[in-house]
Structures are given as C-alpha cells and as structure tokens.
C-alpha cells in the first residue's frame, strides 16, 4: 500500500507483515480484543476490521488502544468521510473494494498506508499513474483469480496486491506463489460460530495454518 510519504506503519508494507490478512466482520466490539489477541498470537498481526457493522469503528478503537501487537486497519471504506473517522479511530491503514478519485484522495491526505481496490487492468494503470503500487484485488475468485494476476504480472511487474474474495486456505497457496502478490485477504480462519461462541483457541489456530500457508507444501515463495 503506498501513500504519498513512507507508511507509518512498522513495516515497510501491510503485505509483508504475514501471507495472510484477516477479513474482520465484528458485530459486537466485546469480541474485538479477544479475537485480535488470538489472530496476532496465531502470527496474523495485520486485521482488516470491515466497516458492515455498527461496531466497526469501536473495535477499531478498542484494538488499537488494547493490542499494541496488531496492525489494525479498516476495511469496506468507501467514503471519504469514513477516512477521517477510521483514522480518528486508531487505524493504521485504510482498504476499499474500489476507488474514486475523492476517495484515493482522502485516503492519501490521512497519511495512513492503503490499498484501494481494483478488478481491471485499466484501473491498475490508473493507480500507477498516480503513484499507488499496492493495491486490493477484488474480488479476486470472481474477477478472473490467479490467470488474471498471472497475466498482470508480465506487463505491469510494478504493481503488487492482496488478493480477496472467494479464497480459502486450499486456494491461497496457488496466490501466494505469484510474484505480484504480497499476502491474500480472507476470512476462513475467523469463522462465525467461533466467534460466536468465543472459541478464541480454535481462531487461534486457524491463524497459525494460515500463517503458515506461504511455505505449505513447498508451493508458495
């Protein structure tokens, strides 16, 4: 992800923190802390909380206040207004399923790290043009999956992405062996009677798989 100055985050990028992100539907912000402490002790410190609930933003808050270890950002940001509110909350980078040029721009003004997503060829150009590398595949399954990167890869080898949507742990190794992507987005390793039932040792887990994906199998670089 890359804004107009170096990211603030810890490392040089949110793809290179683990191979794979987690996609974080929270509906009670209760659950934040707990399930974040069992992400990042399964080794995902990077957790994408989506903006589909009324307790995004407080989950935001309370994971970046109480789990120094995480990388908390915000996903499903589609307004600029949601910028600044992510951003007040504790975020540390910033993900939309697509972008507009006021949004590109607000993300930027924040100064936060982001990945604005894109499905075609033309809009990767686009964010090229305008300095962004980094950027969110998506949906990924849907909008061609690992031939359509694959394709990418040769004419335009500067962009790189996290690819999200449709992904689960049987697909993930086959993303994670192309050259342009950093890490992949999903959600299998958070399922929602997990969550539920606050099993943080299963989330845990899964966690643990996932990061470990990159290497399952000899199959990913």
């Known amino acids: 992800m890359t804004p107009a100055s170096p990211p603030s985050s810890p490392a040089a990028s949110v ?7 987690p996609v974080v539907v929270v509906s009670d912000a209760a659950d934040a802390v707990p399930l974040a402490r069992a992400l990042v002790a399964g080794g995902l410190p990077a957790i994408e909380v989506t903006l589909r609930t009324p307790a995004a933003l407080r989950a935001i808050r309370a994971i970046a206040r109480e789990v120094p270890r995480a990388v908390v950002g915000a996903g499903t940001v589609i307004t600029p207004e949601q910028v600044g509110a992510c951003a007040a909350a504790g975020a540390r980078f910033l993900v939309s399923p697509g972008w507009t040029r006021s949004l590109l721009e607000a993300m930027r003004g924040v100064g936060l790290p982001f990945l604005p997503g894109v499905s075609t060829a033309s809009e990767v150009v686009a964010l ?94």
């Open 128 to 221: 090229l043009e305008r300095g962004v590398r980094e950027m969110k595949f998506f949906p990924a399954q849907a909008a061609g999956g690992t031939g359509y990167l694959r394709s990418l890869a040769g004419p335009l080898p500067q962009a790189r992405f996290c690819p999200t949507g449709g992904i689960g742990p049987t697909t993930a190794p086959e993303y994670l062996s192309l050259p342009n992507v950093g890490c992949v987005g999903g959600s299998w390793m958070v399922p929602a009677d997990a969550v539920t039932a606050g099993d943080w040792t299963r989330i845990e887990q899964l966690a643990r798989a996932a990061a470990g994906l990159r290497d399952a199998g000899g199959t990913c670089r």
């Open 15 to 21: 793809l290179d923190l683990a191979p794979v992100l």
